[in-house]
């Protein structure tokens, strides 16, 4: 990510009005910190919430990694992908909290949005059991919040054409 060329690329892509997703590993959080705070006029989105290692419950450094990176204004956070970094046959509800609440905390209402990660993520879940895994935090949101995490901010985000939402929990 720190490469010349690719920081050019990354460069250009205000001028064309475009986004970028960034997919990566606990490792590559500074980098993509040092991204971020280069391009801050660059709207970025986390996706995966950096793949944490929540199989083994590692929570430390990407915890610390995770606060610097929310501290830039233009990077987002999609809550998706937790399911096939845990142990695919025994994961709990449990083992996800201290990684989403802690994306929910520093990243907030307006730069965090859901995703299901479909299909990969039925290789460790059913989209039921996927979808429950932000039951906690959905629950202690207002209707207008919700609708905000469930899809007003993605399309905020991708500049996507405001669609009303009927979504009822």
């Keep these: 990510m720190l490469r010349a060329e690719f920081l050019r690329g990354i460069g250009r892509l205000t ?4 986004t ?3 997919l990566i590993y606990p490792r590559q959080l500074p980098a993509a910190n040092r991204v971020g705070e280069a391009f801050s006029d660059q709207p970025f989105v986390l996706d995966h919430i950096a793949k944490p290692f929540i199989k083994d419950g590692a929570i430390s450094p990407w915890r ?3 606060r610097e990176l929310a501290k830039s204004k233009n990077v987002s956070c999609k809550v998706s992908g937790m399911v096939t970094e845990a142990n695919h046959a025994n994961w709990k509800p449990a083992d996800f909290k201290p990684y989403s609440r802690l994306c929910s905390r520093n990243f907030g209402r ?3 949005m859901y995703g299901s990660d479909w299909p990969v993520c039925l290789l460790a879940a059913v989209m039921r059991k996927v979808f429950g895994l ?3 935090y959905v629950r202690q ?3 207008a919040a919700r609708d905000k995490f469930f899809g007003a ?3 905020q985000f991708y500049r996507l054409p405001k669609v009303e939402s009927n979504l009822e929990r």
């Design 153 to 155: 901010n993605a399309a």
């Design 20 to 22: 970028y997703d960034i």
């Design 64 to 66: 610390e990694q995770i």
């Design 15 to 18: 001028q064309f009005e475009l």
């Design 110 to 112: 307006i730069g965090l």
């Design 134 to 136: 932000v039951d906690d």
């Design 141 to 143: 949101l207002t209707p």
